[in-house]
């Protein structure tokens, strides 16, 4: 591996550690609880990840998972829950505070301590799920690709990563902070959502030389899509969206959006199950007919 590489997947995972910390450190300030620093032990896991990966595989990922974005999930993943669930708590009793909206709040305050102490609980949480997002992109991307994985098959997983990014960031930005009792679920099923990120299995093809005897060996690539928008995706956010509707009775224009996207893609996925599966069988009588 050259040295380009190698730095890329040094800076990466520096970058994983960096925001994660930033993420415990906020936790910490609003929390008012020292206690809250042991969330940083959840970086270990991430260091050790770094060192043995450095030393025996120089920095390259593996083939079907990227063990460097899982571990930077479960260090900051709790951290957000925190943040999510004490703004949930104590947003009717919030002091005033400044929006994080343009470059003049740095003009008019006295430094960065302020800006970090005086920006609205809910406008750092919005920061952060943002940045989380992004990093994670841009980490998968610059991180030194694992055996058996192209860079054609890797722009394919960053083009879907980026629609799913926004439907991430709409989902926790619109419909968790409006609404106190479904945050709990809201929070379970965002996290859920969040586990397809380290898995590069959307762009793989089936490997050379194995038969193709199977649907889900033919057909792997489409079948996790599928599973991917079914179950991990596109389902759990449409059931959640139509239950905040029917249930809170909340409705607003990219709510409503959002639920017909989510309907659409898990509409489509099933008929695109069916075609493949009618297709599928109808390869496998021509086979046995001896029909090319």
Known sequence: MGPIKFICAIVTRALFILVALCGVLRVTQVKKDHLCWLLAFLLLPLVVEMIITLRRRKGQDYKWFSPPIFLFLISII????????HHQQNKNNMIQCKKLDSLGLLNRSNGIDEVWSNVCLNDWILAL?????ILLIVGKWILPLGGGVTRDELSQLLLIFVGTAADILEFTSETLNKNDVLVYVILGVWTWSMLQFPLHLSGQEADPGVREDSLLTKHSTDIWNIVQALFIQDGPFLVVRLSVMTYLKVFHQMLVFFSIKNFLVVALNLYRFVIICQDFRTS?????????
């Open 284 to 292: 496998i009588g021509n086979n046995a007919r001896g029909i090319p």
């Open 78 to 85: 709790p951290s957000m829950w925190f943040l999510e669930l």
């Open 129 to 133: 799920h943002q940045i989380l997002l």
